[in-house]
């Protein structure tokens, strides 16, 4: 699990403030839905990257997410 969480964050490069509270964000949401007691194991790593970029928007409104395009297939 861990590993896999790992390999994700590859995507989503390091950055500014902002920029890096999407990882860390998306590190806990991540591991949270990937564990044994999650009510939410269907979501996928596109549904945790929206959910966090939501979060730092809401503390940041100019935010703009850098992430791996073609890795996380946001519509």
């Known amino acids: 699990m861990r590993e896999q969480v790992k390999e994700e964050m590859e ?3 390091r950055g500014d403030f902002s920029q890096n509270m999407l990882r860390l964000y998306y590190w806990a949401l ?13 979501a996928t790593k596109e549904d945790i990257l929206r959910e966090c970029i939501k979060c730092v928007k ?3 409104q100019n935010f703009k997410a850098e992430y791996d395009r073609t890795y996380f297939r946001l519509k």
């Open 30 to 42: 991540r591991m949270e839905s990937k564990g044994k007691k999650s009510k939410n194991t269907n």
């Open 58 to 60: 809401s503390e940041d």
């Open 11 to 13: 995507n989503i490069p």
